[in-house]
């Protein structure tokens, strides 16, 4: 395993620019997880995740979300809004990078929270480009699966958002700084239980009910960001996965802290991965 992770540099059409970094393990043939982040992570966050998983000899790499660059760029607002489709393109632009660097060796998608929605999308829309799904805190929004009141939080979200011209989560305590499209796409997931999104707007859930693939998911108790309900919520959509599904109850995880603290996850993942 190399001591120092490796960044990839990503250029996208509209000249702005995001990063992958890469933690390989010693095995050059060993498999590579890709993290898609969740709404509002920065990329540094899971970098213990990816040197747990590197030493324990899976190869792991993390992309930065779109608006949430730390190599800089464009923050969200009325010049700069991006919705679900681009943050799919971002992950099939990561998923291209990491083919070109490591050739043949087998690519998992490590969803977390929106990261698995994304992950869901683009799996089901590439289902040849991965060997398998991971889910971690991964959930559906979709309102029948929260607690009542839960539907008009969700859409007054998505409408702060379009208003403002941002979604200033930051200030309401949920998030960051995110785009309005993501929030409309995101709310119209919370108000349909769909993901139909794009121009012309497609419905996902369509082909992620034919997505064929083994697949991990993982949720954390006392997850009040991916409560049971939601997590097989967004499970439900791919019915026909080959599914594995762990719950962890630990003290000291939650809904974000698990990539700081990965140990039982990491574990979960790579005897998941041995099987």
Excluded: K, N
């Amino acid at each position: 395993m190399s001591d120092l992770p490796e960044t990839l540099t990503l250029t996208r059409p509209d000249g702005t620019s995001s990063t992958v970094t890469l933690v390989r393990a010693a095995d050059p043939e060993a498999p590579v997880v890709l993290v898609v982040p969740a709404m509002g992570m920065r990329a540094g966050y899971y970098q213990p995740l990816l040197a747990a998983l590197a030493a324990a000899g899976v190869s792991a790499a993390t992309m930065e979300q779109r608006g949430h660059e730390e190599s800089g760029g464009p923050v969200p607002g009325w010049r700069h809004d991006f919705g679900y489709a681009d943050l799919v393109d971002d992950v099939a632009a990561a998923i291209d990078e990491l083919e070109r660097v490591a050739p043949g060796a087998p690519a998992y998608l490590l969803g977390h929270s929106l990261g698995g929605q994304v992950g869901s999308a683009y799996a089901a829309t590439h289902p040849d480009r991965l060997a398998g799904l991971i889910f971690v805190a991964a959930s559906s929004p979709y309102w029948r699966h929260w607690r009542p009141g839960f539907l008009p939080v969700s859409q007054g979200m998505g409408l702060l958002a379009q208003v403002v011209g941002h979604f200033p989560g930051t200030h309401v305590r949920f998030a960051g700084r995110e785009a309005r499209g993501v929030m409309r796409d995101w709310a119209r997931f919370a108000r349909t239980g769909r993901m139909r999104f794009g121009r012309p707007a497609i419905d996902h859930t369509l082909p992620m009910r034919r997505l064929r693939l083994p697949a991990l998911a993982v949720s954390i108790e006392g997850d009040t960001l991916g409560v049971p309900a939601a997590v097989d919520g967004l499970l439900a959509l791919m019915p026909e996965l080959d599914l594995s599904r762990v719950h962890l109850d630990e003290d000291g995880l939650d809904h974000v802290r698990w990539a700081r603290r990965p140990d039982a996850v990491v574990t979960t993942i790579t005897d998941w991965l041995h099987r």
